[in-house]
């Protein structure tokens, strides 16, 4: 190319950054990153045509170009908006997204059954996440919430359909992985609901993957179905030598036992490659791997709470900070028989049972 | 008596049929527009003012010059016959008693567009009019104005009719577009707008049944002149659906120089209302736009005369006034309850909601719930407060204007009769078995019984 391609000037929250034309507010924060990234239900980078469905990545355009500054009289998705020269976004700075975004959570959550305590993606939510850092402590619904009739999608995924918040992830997912897809939303409105249209399970070598694009746990492992939590288990990266996909996974590991392998994925809990339903349903005995070395995970998330073996963790810093220790509301371990660590659940056939503890 | 251009013929016996039709001088547009090139064409429409008559008012000559013409990619014209707005009946009037009227503007517009296949998509609910139009497709066809080189103009056109599956949210431009394509009708996310890329991603306009009729006076008789009728930037004449309590229920034709006094009361339109009641309040263009109580219907804010056009009706903004809308005119008198009405509505839109975007999913239905419970005697003061910071939420924070269109009606609801509102949770016995009834809203006129 004989000229270069001019960079855009994009102002977020009062930080400027230079990005190619055609990317999008959200992608232009993203590498800001920290906080001024908006959160993102819906949209995935590596999925075409994904966003703009959950509104929660709602920003102010206070500007909307260096030749038109006329500010945008909506909130505008970010994920979906292409940047201009000299757009001024504000995103935690505008006091309009803030309470819009409290808004999309409460709406989110307002039939949502909230059952984190037996839900196989608490730890790894991106709706927790959510819900702690921009949402509000109590809800104002008070009516009875929604439910559905429960659809079977195979031995290997899980559909609990009171979880969704209807993304639309895993459809497009079928739609860019898979030949054909078999599922997909049904009906409309607050009764819209992801199924197959005649009882069917979902196979295909790569349909495993709606379960890492998932932001919630409306789609999970039915091989790791209460078999663990996952801050209990440790992300290790992996490969193999697959024939069907690139073989580089994160299996998710307590002692020596693989209870479950996902995609590895990226500082915005988006897979950095997809891979096949035997690598993450099949191969879960370590001999099957080649281990590299502990995941990276980031020091906020429940996840890298406990240890690795044989790796040293980073002092503590928090009764520094806080001038004491902090406060134990309730010891879990000796509340519950469930959480002990000593006992071997995957030895447990099935769902765990307060029986199979009494056992020892 | 106002000028009357799409109905004046209405009433000739047989005018659905090609050759009454053409007798009282049908399809001279079509002749006319041939002989001029695509270009003036639009122009002429963007001269005459036209509006698009489907609800948001976008002048229709703007809109066909948006469209993109890239080199090689056909372009396409939708026609818009989703009329799913409650109290909007006006479209069906057309399509059923006038459907060549429909198929000659198409003709027009097409031409001017460069369609050479143009869609009407027809609302499901609508089971007998695809046959009305298909007949008239075909008599047009028969007599040389669809089909190869239109009245050897060397412009081909073909007209095919397509039948929603019967949701409100197809009536949205672009869940229309992805309706007709055979997809899940749910609405895209714009840019890119349908004049870039629209049906199949081609260049697409899409009009609603009465501007594409409009287009024909246009053409007959010049824009300038078009625009000479009707006042300021509402030009020409624009159809009443009128419905609810009134004495003459039905489509009416107006040149948008009376005033709503006028259209209520006169003999000539909606006849006044019926059993000796008084006016209480009026929804002047289709459910979604905000409720007037009859204080403000009659007079804006500034004490000037509420006319029936564009500008008159919006005149206050949503704090006092409402919008022409899709021209769904309902009245309610004193004997009708508020939060009922608005229960229903909210129901309606909870209904038709498409489920893709979280603050419409989840907030049309939050808003009917609590308005159940207030309408039955349940609801508590808080609700009411509760109710507003919903559709607050909502409103403007959606893909498509549905979430805006839900919100708008319980916004006015409790801005205009939150006594209403408060009045049904401090009486929630009362509430069940008798109505606010009119208090301070009523109509300065005495009744004329």
């Known amino acids: 190319m004989a000229e270069e391609q001019k960079l855009f000037k994009v102002t977020i929250d009062n930080i400027t950054v230079e990005v190619e034309p055609g990317t999008t507010i959200l992608n232009a924060a993203r590498k800001i990153g920290g906080d001024v990234a908006p959160p993102a239900m819906c949209y995935y980078s590596k999925l075409k045509g994904s966003g703009g469905k959950c509104r929660t990545c709602l920003v102010e355009v206070a500007a909307g170009s260096t030749a038109d500054p006329r500010p945008m009289p909506k909130l505008v998705a970010s ?90 992830r895993c459809v497009f997912t079928a739609d860019q992985l898979t030949n054909k897809r078999v599922h997909g939303v049904l009906d409309r409105g607050d009764h819209a609901e992801i199924a197959t249209y005649i009882e069917k399970a979902l196979d295909n070598d790569f349909i495993g993957n709606v379960i890492d694009v998932c932001p919630v746990g409306a789609l999970t492992d039915k091989t790791f179905r209460f078999k663990n939590r996952v801050w209990f288990t440790k992300p290790v990266d992996a490969h193999c030598g697959c024939d069907k996909c690139s073989g580089k996974v ?57 240890h690795y073996v044989g790796i040293t963790k980073p002092a503590e810093t928090i009764d520094k900070v806080m001038g004491r220790k902090p406060q134990l509301l309730m010891d879990i371990h000796t509340v519950s028989g469930v959480n002990d660590p000593n006992v071997d659940l995957s030895e447990i056939e099935g769902p765990a049972h307060s029986d199979d503890f009494k056992k020892q | 008596m106002g000028v009357k251009l799409l109905l004046d013929k209405a009433h000739v016996e047989g005018i659905r049929y090609y050759d009454v039709y053409r007798r009282e001088g049908g399809y001279r547009s079509v002749e006319k527009a041939l002989k001029m090139s695509p270009a003036d064409i639009v122009e002429e429409v963007k001269k005459s003012g036209l509006r698009g008559r489907g609800g948001a008012g976008f002048p229709a000559g703007m809109k066909w010059s948006f469209i993109a013409k890239p080199e090689g990619v056909p372009r396409h ?182 005033s709503v006094e006028e259209f209520v009361y006169s003999d000539e339109y909606c006849g006044g209302i019926p059993n000796g009641k008084r006016l209480k309040a009026c929804i002047p263009g289709g459910s979604s736009v905000p409720i007037l109580p009859a204080n403000l219907l009659f007079k804006t804010a500034k004490g000037e005369q509420r006319m029936m056009n564009y500008e008159s009706l ?83 924070n959606t893909i498509c204007p549905l979430g805006d269109a839900a919100a708008w009606p319980v916004a006015a609801a409790i801005r205009h009769f939150r006594d209403e509102f408060e009045w049904h949770v401090n009486n929630p016995e009362l509430c069940l078995t008798q109505n606010f009834g009119l208090a301070h809203y009523a109509d300065a006129r005495e009744v004329v019984a």
């Open chain 1, 79 to 168: 994920c979906r908006t292409t940047v201009m020269d000299g757009m001024i976004v504000k995103n935690i700075t505008s006091e309009r997204v803030i309470d819009a975004r409290a808004g999309v959570v409460e709406f989110l959550l307002l039939n949502h059954p909230l059952d984190c305590p037996i839900c196989d993606q608490a730890g790894e939510c991106h709706l927790q996440d959510l819900s702690y850092e921009h949402g509000k402590a109590g809800t104002r619904y008070e009516f009875s919430r929604r439910t559905f009739e429960k659809h079977d999608l195979g031995p290997y995924i899980q559909l609990h359909m009171t979880r969704c918040i209807l993304c639309y």
């Open chain 2, 314 to 396: 919006s005149d206050g903004g949503f704090a006092t006034g409402s919008m022409m809308g899709s021209g769904g005119f309902i009245v309610l008198d004193e004997d009708q309850c508020v939060v009922k009405h608005t229960l229903t509505l909210a129901r309606f839109y909870r209904h038709e909601s498409c489920g893709q975007c979280s603050p419409c999913r989840e907030g049309t239905g939050w808003m009917e719930k609590i308005l159940k419970n207030i309408e039955t005697g349940k609801g508590k003061m808080t609700d009411i407060d509760l109710l507003w910071d919903i559709q607050r939420k909502i409103e403007g």
């Open chain 1, 250 to 306: 994160t299996l998710w590991m307590r002692g020596d036992e693989v209870f479950r392998v996902t995609a590895r994925k990226d500082e915005w809990g988006e897979v950095e490659e997809w891979i096949c339903n035997t690598c993450r349903f099949e191969r879960k005995k370590v001999s099957d791997w080649t281990i590299e070395g502990p995941t990276e995970v980031s020091r906020h998330s429940v996840i890298s709470q406990g």
């Open chain 2, 77 to 258: 014209l939708v026609c818009n016959a989703d009329e799913s707005e409650p109290g909007t009946f006006k479209d069906r009037y057309l399509m059923e008693f006038l459907p060549h009227l429909l198929i000659e503007g198409l003709i027009v517009a097409s031409f001017a567009l460069g369609s050479n296949a143009t869609y009407i998509y027809i609302r499901g609910e609508y089971a007998w009019i695809p046959d009305i139009l298909e007949q008239a497709i075909n008599e047009a066809k028969a007599n040389g104005w669809l089909g190869k080189n239109i009245q050897g103009s060397g412009f081909d056109c073909e007209i095919y009719v397509q039948r929603g599956a019967g949701a409100y949210i197809c009536g949205e431009e672009t869940a229309l577009i992805e309706s007709l394509e055979g997809k899940r009708g749910n609405p895209r996310i714009k840019p890119p707008f349908p004049a870039v890329k629209g049906v199949w991603d081609r260049p697409t306009v899409v009009n609603n049944v009465e501007t594409l009729a409009a287009v024909v006076p246009v053409i007959n008789m010049g824009g300038e002149e078009y625009s000479k009728i009707g006042v300021g930037k509402s030009t020409g004449t624009k159809l009443i659906s009128a419905c609810g309590n009134i004495n003459k229920p039905g489509v009416y034709e107006i040149d948008m120089t009376i």
